[in-house]
């Protein structure tokens, strides 16, 4: 298994989740971010978002990312917390994107290869683990409302580095609806959710790493 260590799934696919991004290795490390300045109200949101987070255990769901030259992909998303998540994209893309619980997986089906990382090391993990919490290791940098929608942007506090990672909602009631990464070169990605299904049960086998050339070796 390669453990990798200079590559941005953020900049390849447009993963936050995570829904995220595969660790870079910064030539400098980055000075820990200062925490923004919260307005009770902030403080208040943030509460509603964790709270609202931390209810959804699985999801499945279509979505559109657009990344930061236009491209348009569309494809489907699961989730299952703690820890797990797939992401694949429609035909004819076939680069995916799997966490089994310790470990996100990427296909580059180009390639016919895979790599891997922690996912306790990429930003997946903000919204993975099993008890979510915008503070301690992850700093709130920014809140921001509009018309209907609440957004709130995060970073790793010990390495922002990373990125940051921009969580999306429609307000009242509170539903998320897209998530944004800027990654460390400085790319922008948005992922939209279609359709979002909530509560489902979810087959184990999806968060199960499957290398795709067994299959065609069998055929």
Same mark, same amino acid.
């Given at each position: 298994m390669k453990i990798v260590t200079r590559i941005s799934i953020a900049a390849m696919l447009g993963l936050w989740l995570g829904l995220a991004a595969l660790p870079t290795v910064p030539s400098v490390q980055a000075a820990p971010p200062a925490e923004a300045t919260l307005s009770q109200q902030d403080r208040r949101d943030i509460e509603r978002i964790e709270q609202y987070?931390? #209810?959804?255990?699985?999801?499945? #769901?279509?979505?559109v990312q657009a990344t930061?030259?236009?491209? &348009?992909?569309?494809?489907?998303?699961?989730m299952s917390r703690p820890g797990k998540m797939r992401l694949e994209y429609?035909?004819?893309?076939?680069?995916?994107?799997?966490?089994?619980?310790?470990f996100v997986f990427y296909w580059d089906d180009e390639l016919k290869q895979q790599s891997s990382a922690p996912v306790? #090391?990429?930003?997946?993990d903000v919204i993975l683990? $099993?008890? &979510?919490?915008?503070?301690?290791?992850?700093?709130? #940098?920014?809140?921001?409302?509009?018309?209907g929608t609440l957004e709130v942007t995060v970073t790793e506090t010990k390495?922002?580095?990373?990125?940051?990672?921009?969580?999306?909602f429609e307000d009242n009631?509170?539903?998320?609806?897209?998530?944004?990464?800027?990654?460390?070169?400085g790319l922008?990605?948005?992922?939209? &959710?279609? =359709?979002?299904?909530?509560?489902?049960?979810? $087959?184990?086998?999806?968060?199960?790493?499957?290398?795709?050339?067994? =299959? $065609?070796?069998?055929d």
């Open positions: 987070l931390n #209810s959804i255990r699985t999801v499945r #769901s279509q979505f930061n030259d236009g491209t &348009l992909l569309r494809g489907t998303f699961w429609d035909p004819p893309i076939r680069n995916f994107v799997v966490a089994d619980g310790w306790g #090391s990429t930003l997946a683990r $099993d008890r &979510l919490t915008l503070s301690g290791d992850t700093t709130v #940098s920014d809140v921001e409302r509009g018309p390495d922002p580095g990373k990125g940051k990672l921009t969580l999306i009631p509170l539903r998320l609806r897209k998530w944004r990464i800027l990654d460390p070169q922008t990605t948005e992922v939209a &959710l279609l =359709n979002p299904q909530f509560g489902m049960t979810l $087959d184990r086998d999806l968060f199960i790493f499957k290398d795709p050339t067994l =299959n $065609d070796r069998r």
